[in-house]
């Protein structure tokens, strides 16, 4: 057992030593959010209105939910640009020799990256306060699992990427072009209310769609909002749970080929 843990926790550990020595990571993920909530959510708070939300929801309430997914994403994106990094300076072709299992450098990677996440987001929840929305223990519980969810999946996405990535350049590229489209589409920035067919085909197929909906519903539990379009909190957790068990078990089978990290 302890041939498992240990590599696992060790390499958990090292993710969060780097991230303390790279201040400019916190910045960029809970700082460039940040301020695009506030510039986005103040700019169209008095000309745009969600479909199907109370007239006291604004629109600066409407994103803060979609802000921590974004809060989720970069810091996922940021946590597994390890990966190219440790393979251009040797470290991951040395952790692929030793005597660990693929399984526990991918569960090591993984946790890491999504405990960092799940600390910036929590980090980010602070700003409730300053929001019309009721708060309970219930409902912060609620949301701290579903980002918690969130984390595995998104970091895990972001392992399955990184891993064939030879620059970091190239990784940025796939996430303006694959990432982060799939986070405008989830719902975070605009409801599938009042999208055009196509656009809503997409949202629906969008597995971040249901994380999105889940994570409002979480925020909002002591008092559910009443948006037609929202699914239910079962579906919601039943995709995310699959999306996480996906994402992470095709890193675990990328780690698994001989040919990977070489």
Not at 22 to 39: C, E, K, M
Not at 158 to 177: D, E, K, P, Q, Y
Request: charged fraction near 10%; glycine fraction near 12%.
């Amino acid at each position: 057992m302890s041939n498992t843990v240990l590599p696992i926790v060790s390499l958990w550990k090292r993710e969060l030593v780097r991230f303390a020595r790279d201040r400019s990571r916190l910045y960029g993920s809970i700082g460039q959010p940040l301020v695009f909530w506030l510039l986005m959510g103040a700019g169209f708070e008095g000309s745009f209105l969600p479909a199907g939300l109370p007239d006291h929801v604004g629109y600066l309430e409407y994103i803060f939910p979609g802000t921590l997914l974004l809060i989720l994403l970069f810091t996922a994106i940021f946590s597994t640009i390890s990966v190219i990094e440790d393979r251009r300076e040797g470290f991951l072709q040395s952790v692929l020799v030793s005597p660990i299992s693929r399984t526990s450098l991918v569960m090591g990677k993984i946790m890491g990256g999504t405990t960092l996440a799940l600390g910036e987001s929590v980090v980010f929840l602070l700003f409730l306060i300053g929001l019309d929305i009721p708060v309970s223990v219930s409902s912060l519980l609620m949301t701290i699992g579903f980002l918690a969810l969130l984390g595995l999946s998104l970091t895990g996405m972001g392992f399955v990427i990184a891993w064939r990535m030879t620059s970091t350049a190239g990784f940025h590229a796939v996430m303006n072009l694959f990432l982060l489209p799939m986070w405008v589409l989830s719902g975070a920035f605009f409801p599938v209310d009042g999208a055009s067919s196509w656009l809503s085909w997409m949202m629906v197929i969008n597995p971040l769609t249901y994380g999105m909906a889940g994570l409002r519903q979480a925020i909002y539990w002591t008092e559910p909002l009443t948006q037609t379009a929202l699914p239910g909190m079962g579906l919601c957790v039943g995709v995310t749970v699959g999306f996480a068990v996906l994402t992470w078990g095709l890193a675990v089978w990328q780690a698994q080929k001989d040919v990977a990290g070489t």
